[in-house]
């Protein structure tokens, strides 16, 4: 009997290492990626927001692929409202420069709903940074369908640039897909 014994519980010894290592070798299920974030990660909107100096014209530093044609954005506090300047070219490479307006709605501190004037599309836009001077700013949204690295000029500040690339990384978005201009 004391045979049969040592047997099972060899068995069972053998049985628990197994389902360890089994254990240990199970990778993690990947993250949730919702457009260019990932859905697990935390996001914020920032404590520094004051929509009277963010108000004005910003240029276009880095967008995601969706926004490729995106190159400004005017944020007009009074409204509030947004124009995005876009450049719209055709099968003949012809371009022209097209501004679509939408419509804000405050949600909360740096937080908005967009509202296209025409159509009615709806974005969340939620200024996740701006840095001391108001000059650099990060754009995203919760679900990560876009983000947007903002600057006062076209060129320069590149530290601040850095910077905002950081903030959209920390805010779970895949900035291998970030397209940066000039």
């Not at 939408?102 to 200024?127: K, N, Q």
Request: glycine share 10%.
């Amino acid at each position: 009997m004391g045979r049969f014994a040592s047997y099972g519980a060899r068995r069972v010894a053998v049985l628990m290492l197994l389902g360890a290592l089994v254990a240990c070798n199970r990778s993690e299920p990947p993250p949730v990626q919702t457009g260019f974030r990932n859905a697990e990660a935390v996001i914020g909107a920032t404590s520094r927001y004051d929509a009277a100096q963010f108000g004005g014209d910003w240029q276009v530093r880095a967008a995601f692929p969706n926004d490729a044609n995106l190159r400004a954005v005017t944020f007009a506090p009074q409204g509030p409202t947004l124009i995005k300047h876009r450049q719209v070219c055709d099968a003949a490479a012809a371009c022209t420069d097209r501004r679509d307006l939408w419509a804000l709605s405050e949600e909360g501190p740096a937080r908005y709903t967009m509202r296209a004037a025409v159509g009615g599309a709806e974005r969340a836009f939620w200024v996740l940074w701006v840095d001391e001077g108001f000059r650099t700013a990060v754009i995203g949204s919760p679900e990560g369908g876009y983000g947007w690295i903002l600057d006062r000029q076209a060129t320069g500040g590149e530290d601040r640039i850095t910077a905002a690339r950081e903030i959209l990384d920390f805010n779970g978005y895949d900035i291998s897909a970030l397209q940066m201009r000039r």
